[in-house]
T-cell receptor, first 110, second 117 residues
């Protein structure tokens, strides 16, 4: 079993739709959680950190469920520019090693 | 440009040759990471430096791979006796030494794409 698992998609949604991605992690000692966005043939860019209480940044909401070991990302009012691969990232244990999921591809269509 | 930079951006080499990549982190960042990414996968952690000290190393980093950060600023990743399976994007990231979750927020360079023929 992979340490971090994501639904690879692709998710095809119309503009204005709400879309949610889930990610599960296997190491219960994981300490930090993030969502990154990666455009085709570009480097990953930090989208948001995920805090225990959940957090929101504009149209994006991230949630953490430690008991079930999953994190989620909700995108409201999808824009064409949201089309990208969304990477779930977990810091494993007490060090600095970070584990990336394989990513979920999102296509937003007009 | 004050972001993470990597050089070269592309490298084509023949099997068995040695290659070296360079990463210049964001200037005030003292933490530096190397990753490898292949098509359809997320980045895979290779190694991590805090200043000049290499503190973590993945099992993926075989004895053909070595990374250095001699003065705690730029870093190099060398692959000796390259194999076709080494073809990938090599990404460097840096982060700032601070407290809390933001200490682990990483900023990536554009990567070096390696093709081994």
């Amino acid at each position: 079993r992979k340490e971090v698992e994501q639904d690879p998609g692709p998710f095809n949604v119309p503009e204005g739709a709400t879309v949610a991605f889930n990610c599960t992690y296997s190491n219960s000692a994981s300490q930090s959680f993030f969502w990154y966005r990666q455009d085709c043939r570009k480097e990953p860019k930090l989208l948001m950190s995920v805090y225990s209480s959940g957090n929101e940044d504009g149209r994006f909401t991230a949630q953490l469920n430690r008991a079930s070991q999953y994190i989620s990302l909700l995108i409201r009012d999808s824009k064409l520019s949201d089309s990208a691969t969304y990477l779930c990232v977990v810091r494993s244990g007490g060090g600095f090693k970070t584990i990336f999921g394989a990513g979920t591809r999102l296509f937003v269509k007009a | 440009d004050t972001g993470v930079s990597q050089d070269p951006r592309h490298k084509i080499t023949k099997r068995g040759q040695n290659v070296t990549f360079r990463c210049d982190p964001i200037s005030e960042h003292n933490r530096l990471y190397w990753y490898r990414q292949t098509l359809g996968q997320g980045p895979e952690f290779l190694t991590y430096f805090q200043n000049e000290a290499q503190l973590e190393k993945s099992r993926l980093l075989s004895d053909r791979f070595s990374a250095e950060r001699p003065k705690g600023s730029f870093s190099t990743l060398e692959i000796q006796r390259t194999e076709q399976g080494d073809s990938a994007m090599y990404l460097c990231a840096s982060s700032l030494d601070r407290t809390g979750q933001s200490a682990y927020e990483q900023y990536f360079g554009p990567g070096t794409r390696l093709t081994v023929t």
